[in-house]
Structure formats: structure tokens, C-alpha cells
């Protein structure tokens, strides 16, 4: 074993979900125990022959943790959780939202593999050993799931397919499925990354950016039998801002001249051309343009579109130097509480 003295911890941030807790708990018990036990953990419609990890030895036993955390639930989740065992209860003082709550629970594990998943219930539990099996076997860093065949509603799976589009062309991280929170990761990925906005997302980008090898593996999807989704357009919005801070960090956080210069010579250069064409038809033409406005405004235009763009880049860079260099955090933990 590695200076961690447990093999695995499952994290799950939930919120509102008091009628999926307690079976999810359940469920991520039964597959560590059988794990535990070397038996081969079969879910999903995954073929009985998957590959499965080797048991481990008995002085590594118990060898993983179940770490729930509560992300402000406003009905009876902290009630339902407390009564579970074994856990962890990391309980956040208010919503923070879902990035938060994962990178408090990531924060809070001590295993040498993280897996994380939805505390809905839609993702399984049992796909995290051939998760944990294909990392170890392709000698990777990260594994993501593939929801391949979604049970999501049809507005939702829309709603997800375009931002896969749109993230595959600026993100281009080799993930076709990034939204899936169910993910297994050696601990080290997060030595030196905090999450924030929406950017438990676009972890298998961030890590590949710093040079981590991420792979993907095709996982079971449930349909949602308790509660209701927590996605809107609101965090759609979020989710796609974030996701060009994601490729503003992989394409110019080192270079921003190259953006922020190339930028300025083509302003340069469309500026040049606007003016030739105006003194052309002052001059040769012989057209009156003191009564025009459309030239300016489109130039005022551009110029504040443009300055709001840096702005919000470069707050987004500071916001990132403020957070890594400071004991601050985007939340604030309320109580650790740990059964069993």
C-alpha cells in the first residue's frame, strides 16, 4: 500500500435526495465488501468475464471508506445519512453546489483510488471495480463512465449531446461521455487541483492538461426512481461559460499574448480597413457621414464585447491564484461526522 491507508473511498456529494441515500449506501457497501472478498461484482449488463481487481490481503482489511456529502439539503438527507453505517459525513453549512460538495468530499478521502458517483441513485455501483480494473490494466490516472445508453429524458439528453458538442471542438479531451460523475481516480490527480463553477465537468480536461492519462469505460445508467434532477438552463449556462475557461486555461494560460495580441492586431486590422472604407467614401465617393452611427456604435460594440471577455478571463485567472494560494475556500465545512 501507498503513505494512504485505505485502497478505496467512494465519494458522494448529494442534495435533497432522502429517498435515494440510504439504498445507494447500501448498494456502494455491498460492492466494497465484495471486493474485499475477491468476488466478482457483475452490474449493468456487463458481461460476467469483465475483469475485476484481486482481492486484497486481510491486513488491509477494512479497506475503504464511504464518504457522503451533504451539499445543504434542505429535507430529511442529513437525517438518512446519520443513521447509515459505515460513513463519513462531510456537511456543508449551506448549497454550494455540486462542484463544491465534491471537492469537499475528494478534500476529506484518504484512499489511494476516489471513486465518485451521483447520489441519485442512477449511476451504479457496481461498475467502480471494472472502473478501478481497466486503470490499473492501461496504467492510467483517471477512468470515466460512458453513459452510453442514457435513461435521462429526452430534453435532458438534448440538452447534454450539444454541450458534448461544443466541448469536443474547444476541449477536445477524448471523453464522450464528460458529464458522468461516475469516475475513478488515483489520488495523487488532486495533489494540486481545486474545483469550482462547474468544473467537476471538465476534470478529465483539467488533469489531461496537466498530463494525466485519462481513459473512459462504458458504465449502467439508471433511471431516477426517487427525487427530481437538479439540472437547469441556469447551470446549463454555467457548465458552457466554464467550459471556455477550461479551454482558455489549456490554450493560453501560459500565453495569453498569443490570445489577448492576436486579438488586438485583427482589431487592428478590421479597425484599418473601416477607416480606409470611410475615408473612401468621404472622400471619393463623396457620401455625407456625419449623420451615420453604425460605424462607431458596431466599433463601440466590439470594443466593450471584447473588454468584458478579458475582464472575465483574466478575473477567472485570479480567482484561481487567489483560491490556490490562500487557505480560503468557495465553502465552508460545518462538521465531520463519522459512523462505524
Known amino acids: 500500500m501507498s503513505s494512504q491507508s485505505l485502497y478505496l473511498s467512494v465519494i458522494v456529494p448529494v442534495y435533497n435526495e432522502e429517498g435515494a441515500v440510504a439504498n445507494l449506501h447500501r448498494e456502494i457497501l455491498a460492492m466494497c465488501l465484495g471486493m474485499g472478498r475477491g468476488e466478482r461484482v457483475v452490474g449493468g449488463g456487463i458481461e460476467e468475464n469483465a475483469p475485476t481487481p484481486s482481492p486484497l490481503p486481510p491486513t488491509h482489511s477494512p479497506f475503504f471508506e464511504i464518504i457522503f456529502v451533504n451539499d445543504g439539503s434542505s ?198 480597413f473601416a477607416g480606409f472604407m470611410a475615408l473612401y467614401k468621404k472622400f471619393f465617393a463623396f457620401q455625407d457621414l456625419s449623420n451615420s452611427a453604425m460605424t462607431n456604435l458596431s466599433m463601440f460594440g466590439f470594443f466593450i464585447g471584447l473588454l468584458l471577455l478579458v475582464f472575465g478571463l483574466v478575473s477567472d485567472m485570479l480567482t484561481k491564484i487567489y483560491f490556490g494560494a490562500t487557505l480560503d475556500r468557495p465553502y465552508d465545512v460545518r462538521e465531520v461526522i463519522e459512523n462505524g
Open 75 to 272: 429535507d430529511r438527507t442529513m437525517e438518512v445519512l446519520k443513521t447509515l453505517s459505515p460513513i463519513k459525513i462531510v456537511n456543508l453549512r449551506r448549497n454550494f453546489g455540486q462542484t463544491a460538495a465534491m471537492d469537499a468530499g475528494i478534500k476529506a478521502a484518504s484512499g489511494r483510488y476516489l471513486a465518485t458517483l451521483d447520489g441519485d441513485g442512477q449511476n451504479n455501483p457496481a461498475d467502480i471495480p471494472r472502473l478501478i480494473a481497466k486503470l490499473e490494466k492501461d496504467d492510467l490516472d483517471v477512468v470515466s463512465g460512458w453513459r452510453k445508453n442514457r435513461q435521462d429524458k429526452k430534453s435532458k439528453r438534448w440538452a447534454s449531446l450539444a454541450a458534448a458538442f461544443v466541448r469536443r471542438r474547444l476541449i477536445k479531451d477524448g471523453i464522450h461521455d464528460s458529464g458522468c460523475s461516475l469516475k475513478v481516480y488515483r489520488s495523487e490527480c488532486f495533489d494540486r487541483v481545486n474545483l469550482y463553477g462547474e468544473m467537476h465537468r471538465f476534470i478529465p480536461a483539467i488533469l489531461k492538461i496537466k498530463g494525466f492519462r485519462i481513459g473512459e469505460e462504458v458504465v449502467d445508467h439508471r433511471a431516477r426512481t426517487t427525487g427530481k434532477t437538479k439540472y437547469n438552463w441556469k447551470r446549463g449556462v454555467k457548465g458552457i461559460l466554464d467550459m471556455f475557461s477550461v479551454w482558455f486555461w489549456h490554450k493560453y494560460a501560459a500565453r495569453p499574448l498569443h490570445l489577448f495580441g492576436g486579438a488586438g492586431v485583427a482589431l487592428m486590422a478590421i479597425s484599418a
